[in-house]
């Protein structure tokens, strides 16, 4: 179906209000019977361009204080492991936009003002060297094309009420992203075995979820490189200096008020997060 | 131990013997406690020794946080291992066993006893070596039905085990987080993390070495620890290839067929 451009904004803007406001809305495929993924693209880019035009004082996902619209910095991969396809009902995974507002720093705590229903996950993040093919990129062209990569912490939130998704309610909403941040020692990916590397995930103290690199559609550089093609086909790149975030490679656990979070990958290093106490 | 308990053992050990399935009317028992469980086992062992086996080493279950939870436990439980359930990797004919399966494993070597209630670092320095195993299930019990205490007393479902060639000193590895993948028929089934058990392998020595003090054994230089389950366990009917990778252990393949 061809919605109409009203249609896809209004959506993305009642998305972007539930985020303003840390309050959660009906799923989008009941605002708009039908909706499709490739409309539900339309919405998240809709979305952004929102957010990538908005003042700086509008924008209620800035951390801090800013003198820039936020800027494009990179990708996710989501939808990457069976266990969530099989939630979704989707065999393939989704996509959608890293912004600067999105990263937090090292050693700052992760905002909750604008979360509604936090989860966390840890992924292996890459940081690439040149651009990546558009047109059939594989996996030893990511690993080529990649300065380093990183352990991530990826904070995901759903600005659809309950988590109640479909994969188009999930795309529309930017894959459910809300905050990232990075590991600060960068590991050249020649050495590192990223298939069968372990991850640890502890929260509060506890380990809350392991997994190893493989669960990433069985290894995370074919997640970047199924996103290089994908993205390729909508004529966008992947390009140097960008960052991508290629998906979970363990469950993901609630990420609340106050909670520490810590994600060890074999071989790769640790990176933390702490969520501010308050709203 | 009791004439019951001596029993009771007896009655699994025929159930094994023949090849047959308990069901829920083939009990003798009302019910067994973990006490009893144990008790049941441990005759079972002794059984065993009397008639030439030899023991090999020790295995723990139910070491999973998720798994104890739901199990409503506070530590995990424990089985032994006989050498003669040392099986070779490669073909697997499973017709020896009832409705076997088989999970991926951390083994370890231990190069002398930890001591009844060792610390972490007394416990890692037991440690000689650490290898990747498969562990092959096979319960007396039809359709895998038991109580805690059943469970116990038909040695934690030990059947087998296999190891992987690939033996390495313990402070070689990332031992509290080592991946670990599993394929079945070439398809990746598991994706999991050594982290899985007990958050460290090495907890899981240490809680064997405190249960075997509670019940009058001990561990022993050149004894096997099998450190207990990081995924679920996955069926082995006939025709399976099953593929067992983890980090810097290297793998170990399994194929399943009937008869010689």
Known sequence: MNA???????????????????????????????LSVETAYQVQRAGMARRIGMLPHLNAVVPTQRDHAPTVVGHKVGVTSRAVQQWLGFDQPDFGVLLDSMQIPLGVPCPGSTLIQARIEAELAFVMRAALPRQGCTPADVLHATAYVLPALEVIDSRIADWNLTIVDTVADNASSAYFTLGHVPIDPRNLDMRLMGMKLTRNGEVAASGAGAACLGHPAKAVAW?????GAAGVEIEAGHIVLSGALGPVVPFLPGDVVSATLSGAGTVSLTREAGR | MTTEHEGWARHLEAARRSGTLLGADDRPWTSLSVGDGYAVQSCGLAHRLAEGERLAGWKMGFTSLAKMRQMNLDAPIAGYLLASMDVPEGELDVTAYQHPKAEPEIVLRLKHDPGPTPDFLEASRAIESVCLGIEILDSRFAGYQFSLGEVLADDTSAAGYVLGSRWRAPDALDLGNLGILMSVDGVLVEAASSAAIMDHPVRALMALARLLDARGDQLAAGQLVLTGGITAAHPLPPGRHVVVEAQDLGSIMLSTRTGA
């Open chain 1, 4 to 34: 109409a451009t009203n249609q896809i904004e209004a959506i993305a803007e009642a998305l972007a209000e539930a985020e303003r406001h840390a309050l959660p809305v009906p799923p989008p495929r009941e605002m708009l019977p039908g």
């Open chain 1, 227 to 231: 996103l290089a093609r994908t993205l």
